[in-house]
């Protein structure tokens, strides 16, 4: 089955500054990665996914690239600001049915004012 | 609210009493999906409908979990003879049919905590 490795674990970065956060999945078919933001006792929501067929995606602040020889995926966000201190995962498909996706451990992202 | 909703959002219980959630999904999403999620973890699946055939559960859930979705709507969860390992915020979530992978949207969770 699917395996998704995430680091860092945890990340304090500086206001205005980007923040990096990796992903790696062990199936090679794999094709749907999204990432989730978890705000402290909130439910997960999407903020972003990526599909095979693309290397890179972004939307304003928050991109996603996509390393499928490499089989990693990394979420990037610029310009950080307060309200990007969360709990971010990220996930890949749990099988080829298109029904459960696999989530990473998770990185609790600060923002230093 | 047309958002995913669940039902109870905390509940305490007694280790060996059975304990039921309900999750309502967004009203035109066919697929449903339960999860378990532990303080610094992220979450876990536990089981899959589309409508109301339950088409995969996780190796990991033991026999004393069901889950139900009998008329394609709403699920239940039941959780029998509880045990403190069971302690954990349940999530239900929802997505649209469609080829391929669509987004998942989350309850607000039922946080269970057995004493």
């Known amino acids: 089955g699917e395996n998704v490795e995430q680091h860092p674990s945890t990340l304090s970065v500086q206001e205005g500054d980007s923040a990096v956060i990796k992903c790696t999945y062990s199936d090679s078919a794999s094709n749907y990665f999204p990432w989730y933001k978890q705000e402290l006792g909130k439910r997960p929501q999407l903020i972003i996914d990526?599909?095979?067929?693309?290397g890179e995606k972004k939307d304003q602040r928050i991109a996603v690239t996509l390393n499928k020889t490499a089989k990693h995926f990394s979420l990037h966000i610029t310009e950080t600001q307060p309200e990007d201190s969360a709990v971010y995962f990220c996930?890949?498909?749990?099988?080829?049915?298109?029904?459960?996706?696999?989530f990473g451990s998770g990185t609790r992202l600060s923002i230093r004012p | 609210d047309t958002g995913v909703s669940q039902n109870p959002r905390h509940k305490i219980t007694k280790r060996g009493q059975n304990v039921t959630f309900r999750c309502d999904p967004i009203s035109e999403h066919n697929r449903l999906y339960w999860y378990r999620q532990t303080l610094g973890q992220g979450p876990e699946f536990l089981t899959y409908f589309q409508n109301e055939a339950q088409l995969e559960k996780s190796r990991l859930l033991s026999d004393r979990f069901s889950a139900e979705r009998p008329k394609g709507s709403f699920s239940t969860l039941e959780i029998q003879r509880t045990e403190q390992g069971d302690s954990a915020m349940y999530l239900c979530?929802?997505?649209?049919?469609?080829?391929?992978?669509?987004?998942?949207?989350f309850g607000p969770g039922t946080r269970l905590t057995v004493l």
């Open positions: 996930a890949a498909p749990g099988d080829s049915s298109a029904s459960k996706i696999i």
């Open positions: 979530a929802s997505s649209a049919n469609g080829a391929g992978y669509n987004e998942q949207f």
């Open positions: 990526i599909r095979s067929n693309v």
